[in-house]
T-cell receptor, first 112, second 116 residues
Framework: DSGVTQTPKHLITATGQRVTLRCSPR?????VYWYQQSLDQGLQFLIQ???????AKGNILERFSAQQFPDLHSELNLSSLELGDSALYFC???????????FGPGTRLTVT | DQQVKQNSPSLSVQEGRISILNCDYT??????FLWYKKYPAEGPTFLIS?????DKNEDGRFTVFLNKSAKHLSLHIVPSQPGDSAVYFC???????????????FGQGTILTVHP
């Protein structure tokens, strides 16, 4: 158990809908990262937050957004969902920017 | 542009033998390289890392070798055990001078199967 929690574990929704994925980092970790893993792909970095502020952006679509709250949990919002958004979404946390990242169990999103 | 590549999608070895997983990279801004192990229905678990200024790091049965001139690293598992069967991801971290410090760039993963 990495100490990073993600909810929900599974999510099935229809095209055009909007969903929110939630991540609670390890106790004391200030930095949160979001990654997407599509079928047969490695993990693709989406976005990073540190203590509530956005630090870096990767290949994140404009339909996706994220935020980190004062209690340090983070949410990833995916809107106008398309079939191609079906993937595993992982959250990771580290104590500081650049620290080793510990991953949550992921949320499997299926868009039908 | 795939900056970290694992060219072998899968590897099968016999229990007790050596497993060698390979990874190539292109970006000279990487300062640390990491290996993560992933079981089905779980998130990746950190396994071992190596700084870009070193050429070898060892932790028990796991050794990572870095060849900077070739931009190549490898993970050796000796002896391999059936419990090592998992997907192994190579990852690289952008250094503090980069705009995305801390971000990890992952390879596609290699499925390791260790047969009893």
């Amino acid at each position: 158990d990495s100490g990073v929690t993600q909810t929900p574990k599974h999510l099935i929704t229809a095209t055009g809908q909007r969903v929110t994925l939630r991540c609670s980092p390890r106790s004391g970790d200030l930095s949160v990262y979001w990654y997407q893993q599509s079928l047969d792909q490695g993990l693709q970095f989406l976005i990073q937050y540190y203590n509530g502020e956005e630090r870096a952006k990767g290949n994140i679509l404009e339909r996706f957004s994220a935020q980190q709250f004062p209690d340090l949990h983070s949410e990833l919002n995916l809107s106008s969902l398309e079939l191609g958004d079906s993937a595993l979404y992982f959250c990771a946390s580290s104590a500081a920017v650049g620290g080793w990242q510990y991953f949550g169990p992921g949320t499997r999103l299926t868009v039908t | 542009d795939q900056q970290v590549k694992q060219n072998s999608p899968s590897l099968s070895v016999q229990e007790g033998r050596i497993s060698i997983l390979n990874c190539d990279y292109t970006n000279s801004m990487f300062d640390y390289f990491l290996w993560y192990k992933k079981y089905p229905a779980e998130g990746p678990t950190f396994l071992i890392s190596i700084s870009s200024i070193k050429d070898k790091n060892e932790d028990g049965r796991f050794t990572v070798f870095l060849n900077k001139s070739a931009k190549h690293l490898s993970l050796h598992i000796v002896p391999s055990q059936p419990g090592d069967s998992a997907v192994y991801f190579c990852a690289a971290r952008v250094n503090a001078g980069g705009t995305s410090y801390g971000k990890l760039t992952f390879g596609q993963g290699t499925i390791l199967t260790v047969h009893p």
